[in-house]
């Protein structure tokens, strides 16, 4: 991101998924939590049930054969039990054995920390987007840059982890590769149509010879009209 901020032309430049959404992570103690009695699922249910009601795990529903209509059964902490962080470690943990049950502060610690605020995917992994726009200047020359960003940086990714530029340049990609092939294909349709004509090979060979010079005359008026490299101009140069 720091580099990408050196590019010219490249503006607008965000990360779509922050990495700084406050979270409170609970560490249960394994040990302390058999001693007690309590799996970690114990210990996981209870807090869920406190925070979020129990309808993330066991959802019950009750049945009005009045009406017809179905009412969700939620058991949930009421509010104000729970009005600042220093209640969380006094949630009672339930499951265990008979008896009176313990809080959470025996069997976990808490501490702050941080994570993905927004998860996206895409072609099921998981993925970190960094958006940009170009601005002044063309797509082809930006995107040459930020490629050798990539580029540099693909070698230090840890194992596992991909890096790859989407968007706008990949269509720009896929429409000059369709175009120059189709170019391709049209210099040899207009070859074949004039050996049809001739009734020779060579003398439309000689003829075809002359497009390497139209060529290059196009490429010259795109530079002293500064019109960058389009599809529409490419699209010109096939016609």
């Not at 009005?64 to 949630?91: F, H, M």
């Not at 995917?121 to 960003?149: C, M």
């Not at 990609?173 to 092939?181: D, L, M, N, P, Q």
């Not at 010079?213 to 490419?234: E, K, P, Q």
Request: with cysteine; charged share 15%.
């Amino acid at each position: 991101m720091t580099e990408l901020h050196q590019v010219p032309g490249l503006a607008d430049l965000h990360i779509q998924q922050p990495l700084d959404c406050p979270t409170l992570d609970v560490d249960v103690d394994r040990t302390k939590a058999l001693q007690a009695g309590y799996k970690e699922k114990d210990v996981a249910s209870s807090v869920l049930n406190s925070l979020s009601g129990s309808f993330q795990i066991t959802p019950m529903f009750f049945v009005n054969w009045k009406n017809g209509v179905d009412y969700n059964l939620v058991a949930q902490t009421p509010q104000y039990r729970i009005q600042s962080i220093k209640d969380i470690p006094n949630i009672p943990i339930a499951g265990g054995p008979k008896g009176n049950p313990e809080i959470l502060a025996d069997v976990a610690s808490m501490e702050r920390g941080s994570e993905i605020a927004v998860i996206n995917h895409y072609n099921i992994r998981r993925v970190i987007d960094v958006y940009g726009t170009p601005q002044d200047r063309d797509l082809g020359a930006v995107s040459a840059d930020v490629q050798s960003i990539v580029d540099a940086h693909r070698e230090s990714l840890p194992r596992g982890t991909f890096i790859t530029i989407r968007g706008q340049v990949q269509t720009m990609h896929e429409s000059y590769a369709g175009v120059i092939t189709g170019l391709g294909f049209a210099i040899v349709l207009v070859y074949l149509l004039i050996v049809v004509n001739f009734q020779s090979w060579l003398d439309p060979f000689i003829i075809i010879t002359a497009l390497p010079a139209a060529m290059a005359g196009i490429v010259l008026m795109l530079f002293f009209t500064h019109t960058t490299l389009s599809v529409r101009a490419l699209m010109g140069a096939l016609m």
